[in-house]
């Protein structure tokens, strides 16, 4: 699919519930088939989650079959969000187009994107610009991705980052704590940052609990992203956890809202 369909929808679901929640999904041959993938991602829909994420840099072969298994389960918009160069596939809506802009390393900033941006055109993906940000203590992303992480007690550095991201162009900044991380952006951060920037702001990593969505929602956040808590907790619940979540933080966003 080409166009901006799903940036579109994205910027409806903002309109409609002043903010939106993403479900990320990471495939694995082993952990992580794209038959539960379909389940997961089914489960989460019906909770209330917006759209799904799937991450690549884990799929090994199976990021296709996964991406299929998703789509026939759910109607919501299947966004690629890759750790790499090989996370496109033609059977998601959109990608993430992601620019890691405090890696040391170039590859990371524009290189991969170089590489893979033929790619993304060849196979028809609608592609999303987005900053993507890792902050303290960063996880795998951070790791992988050769960040300068940024400190959790600087949102200075991150407002500094983000407003660079809107003033070339990003349509989206991302602060990535790191997936599983042990502790998720600092709402501080997220506030100074959703201040100075007026492009949504997509704050993901370590949210576990209905708080500290709704801390981050409440500082200015406007995506969402769970990927661990959902993967460890919908297939056993059933989705009532993630549901209770969701109906929390979007209650508060339309508060928040109100005039
Ligand atoms: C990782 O921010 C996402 O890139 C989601 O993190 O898995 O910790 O929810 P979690």
Request: hydrophobic residues 45%.
């Amino acid at each position: 699919m080409t166009g901006e369909r799903v940036w579109r929808y994205i910027n409806d679901v903002l309109n409609r519930d002043h903010m939106m929640h993403l479900t990320l999904i990471d495939p694995d041959p082993l952990t992580l088939t794209p038959e539960k993938a379909g389940k997961i991602a089914k489960l989460a829909v019906d909770a209330g989650t917006d759209g799904i994420m799937v991450g690549g840099s884990t799929a090994f072969g199976i990021l296709d079959q996964t991406v299929q298994e998703i789509k026939s389960n759910v109607s919501v918009p299947v966004i690629l969000f890759p750790g790499n160069v090989n996370g496109l596939t033609k059977y998601a809506d959109a990608v993430f187009f992601m620019s890691l802009l405090n890696s040391r390393n170039t590859y990371w900033i524009i290189g991969a994107q170089m590489l893979s941006a033929p790619a993304a055109k060849m196979l028809g993906l609608e592609t999303i610009s987005m900053a993507y940000l890792v902050v303290e203590p960063g996880g795998s992303a951070g790791w992988v991705g050769e960040a300068h992480l940024i400190p959790r007690d600087k949102p200075k550095i991150a407002a500094a980052y983000a407003l660079e991201a809107e003033t070339i162009g990003f349509k989206l900044v991302y602060l990535e704590a790191g997936s599983g991380a042990s502790t998720a952006v600092p709402p501080e951060m997220v506030k100074l940052v959703s201040s100075t920037i007026r492009i949504p702001i997509a704050v993901g990593g370590g949210i576990v609990a209905p708080d500290q969505a709704l801390d981050i929602v409440k500082a200015g956040a406007k995506i969402v992203v769970q990927g661990n808590i959902i993967e460890k907790t919908v297939l056993s619940d059933g989705g009532r956890l993630l549901k209770t979540m969701i109906t929390r933080v979007k209650s508060e966003a339309q508060k928040k809202k109100a005039p």
